[in-house]
C-alpha cells in the first residue's frame, strides 16, 4: 500500500493537517516541522497524489515549456534548467518542441494552458503578430516569453541583446580584415531580426556599404543553412566570412563549405550566435 499523509502524521505524532501544510509549504508550519515531516516523508517513500493536490490547492503543480526546436541543444539546456529550479518546488514539466512553426505553437499552448500553472514559451511567431498571446494573457494566462520577443505582449521575458550579438559577431570579421561578410537570416522570429539589424549596424560602424546579394534566406537548422549555403557556393560570388544567425544554421553552412573542397577559415570565416553546447568544439 502507498505511504498516505495519515501514514506520516502516526509515525510522527502530528496532525494530518499538519502533514499536508508542511509538504505544501504553508507559512504557518515552523521550518523545523516542515524540515522534520520532509524527512519521514522521503524516509517512508510518500508520493503526493498529484489529482487530490490540484483539487485542494487549485493548482496542478505542473508548468507547461514551449520551445521551437529540442534538437537544438541551446533550448535542451534551458529545459533543464528550468526542470532543476521546478523540481525541487514539487513542479513537474510538460515540453513541447513547435519545430519552429506559428500554427504548431498555438496548439501547442491551448493544449497545455488548462493543465498548468504556467507556460515558459520561446515563440516562433513573428514578433508583431501578438493577437493571439494577448488575447489569452488578458484571460488570465501566465506566460513567461523566453529567448523571443513580442511587441506589445506584457508579460515578463527573459531575452538576449540579440542586436549586440549581431554587432559582435560581424564585428569580429571585419577586425579579421574581411570587407565582403554574409549573412545567412533566421526565421521570422524576433532573434532573427534583431541579429540582421546588428550585422547592419555593424557594417554602417566599419563604413561598410550593406550588399543585399550578401544576405540569404536560411533559417535555424543544419539543415537551412547546409541548402542555403550550398546554393550560395553553386551561384559562386561567396563573400569571404558569414555571420550565420545561429549556430546550427552556421554548423549546416560549414558542412556545405567543407564539401565543396573549401577551408574553414582559410576560404570562408563562419560565425554562429548562441554558444551551444561543445561549441568549443567546433570553428564557429
Not at 88 to 107: F, K, M, R, V, W
Request: net charge negative; with cysteine; charged share 20%.
Amino acid at each position: 500500500m502507498p505511504t498516505t499523509l495519515a501514514d506520516i502524521a502516526r509515525e510522527l505524532g502530528v496532525s494530518k493537517m499538519t502533514v499536508s501544510r508542511a509538504i505544501n509549504n504553508h507559512p504557518e508550519i515552523s521550518p523545523e516541522t516542515r524540515a522534520r515531516i520532509l524527512e519521514a516523508a522521503q524516509r517512508m517513500n510518500y508520493r503526493p497524489n498529484q489529482f487530490a493536490r490540484a483539487l485542494t490547492t487549485n493548482r496542478s503543480f505542473l508548468l507547461g515549456v514551449v520551445v521551437p526546436d529540442l534538437m537544438h541543444s541551446y533550448f535542451a539546456e534551458i529545459c533543464r534548467g528550468v526542470e532543476g529550479l521546478a523540481r525541487p518546488l514539487g513542479y513537474q514539466n510538460l515540453i513541447c518542441s513547435t519545430d519552429e512553426q506559428a500554427a504548431n505553437e498555438q496548439h501547442e499552448v491551448e493544449a497545455l494552458l488548462p493543465r498548468t500553472d504556467g507556460l515558459i514559451v520561446a515563440s516562433s511567431v513573428p514578433p508583431n503578430e501578438n493577437v493571439f498571446y494577448r488575447r489569452i494573457i488578458k484571460d488570465g494566462a501566465r506566460i513567461v516569453l523566453i529567448d523571443r520577443r513580442l511587441e506589445g505582449v506584457r508579460c515578463p521575458a527573459v531575452t538576449t541583446d540579440d542586436v549586440k550579438v549581431g554587432l559582435l559577431a560581424t564585428e569580429h570579421l571585419i577586425n579579421l580584415g574581411h570587407q565582403r561578410v554574409g549573412h545567412l537570416l533566421g526565421t521570422a522570429a524576433s532573434t532573427a531580426a534583431l541579429r540582421f539589424e546588428g550585422y547592419q549596424q555593424a557594417l554602417a560602424k566599419h563604413r561598410i556599404a550593406f550588399d543585399s546579394s550578401l544576405v540569404r534566406e536560411c533559417g535555424f537548422t543544419e539543415r537551412d543553412g547546409y541548402e542555403s549555403m550550398s546554393g550560395w557556393l553553386n551561384e559562386g560570388n561567396t563573400p569571404s566570412a558569414i555571420f550565420a544567425a545561429n549556430d546550427p544554421a552556421a554548423i549546416g553552412a560549414m558542412s556545405a563549405i567543407t564539401e565543396a573542397g573549401l577551408g574553414i577559415p582559410e576560404d570562408v570565416a563562419i560565425v554562429g550566435g548562441g554558444n551551444i553546447h561543445y561549441g568549443d568544439m567546433l570553428r564557429v
